[in-house]
């Protein structure tokens, strides 16, 4: 049986954002398959029950079914396996993702009516984050550092940031593991380096060190 991975965009995108790390997962031998949803108009649980119905019709044709999220993709990864269930096993990769909450989408909330719409209906997730991470699986986390994006003028970043996510909150307790790369938000998607990472944690658990 083969491994398989399955995409979650993160917000304002759809599933056609993933097309280049989708190739290159499949050229690391990885069955990939992309999962679209609304990031502003659906509801979180609505998302997690379709994400775990998508992941139970993978469970008899694969060994593993593996989550990569970019952004708010990454948290809903984390809240979709965060209780003890009959989920295939796997491994989590979150790219870019406010683990510990995002201080750029706090900052929008003040705008008032406005912000809350722009975040839609997965704004506390966005804004909270989480504690820790304490669920079965291994979650690796990639951060950017290129300060190149919308949130470096929405909020003021204490640390690295990749313009919309401070690498800070990207650290979560219980990571299995966590690496920084020279990238911005969006170009985490597109980097073949990130996609290198990637395959090498859903293979090991470990992010790989860099090519000689």
């Known amino acids: 049986m083969s491994e398989h991975v399955i995409l979650l965009h993160g917000l304002w995108m759809r599933g056609f ?23 502003v108009a659906g509801s979180e649980q609505h998302i997690l029950d379709r ?11 694969a060994e593993a079914v593996h989550l990569v999220g970019h952004s708010l993709g990454g948290l809903l990864a984390l809240r979709a396996c965060g209780e003890p269930d009959t989920l295939p ?7 870019g993702s406010p683990l510990r909450g995002s201080a750029a989408a706090r900052e929008m909330a003040r705008w008032g009516r406005g912000g809350e719409l722009l ?7 966005i804004e909270q984050g989480f504690e820790r991470w304490d669920g079965a699986r291994e979650v690796g986390a990639i951060a ?15 640390g690295e940031h990749d313009g919309t996510v401070a690498v800070e909150e990207t650290r979560l307790p219980g990571l299995a593991d ?24 859903l293979y090991t658990g470990h992010f790989p060190a860099p090519p000689r």
């Open 17 to 39: 954002a993933l097309s280049m790390l989708h190739r290159r997962l499949m050229e690391a031998g990885f069955r990939v398959h992309r999962f679209d949803y609304l990031s």
């Open 51 to 61: 994400l775990h119905v998508r992941m139970a019709g993978l469970a008899g044709e």
């Open 89 to 95: 096993p796997g491994r989590i990769v979150c790219l």
């Open 119 to 125: 975040l839609g209906h997965n704004r506390q997730l």
């Open 144 to 158: 950017g550092r290129m300060p190149l994006g919308l949130g470096a003028m929405l909020g003021h970043f204490e």
């Open 178 to 201: 966590h690496c920084v790369v020279e990238s911005n938000h969006t170009s985490l998607l597109f980097s073949p380096e990130v996609a290198r990472l990637v395959a090498g944690f």
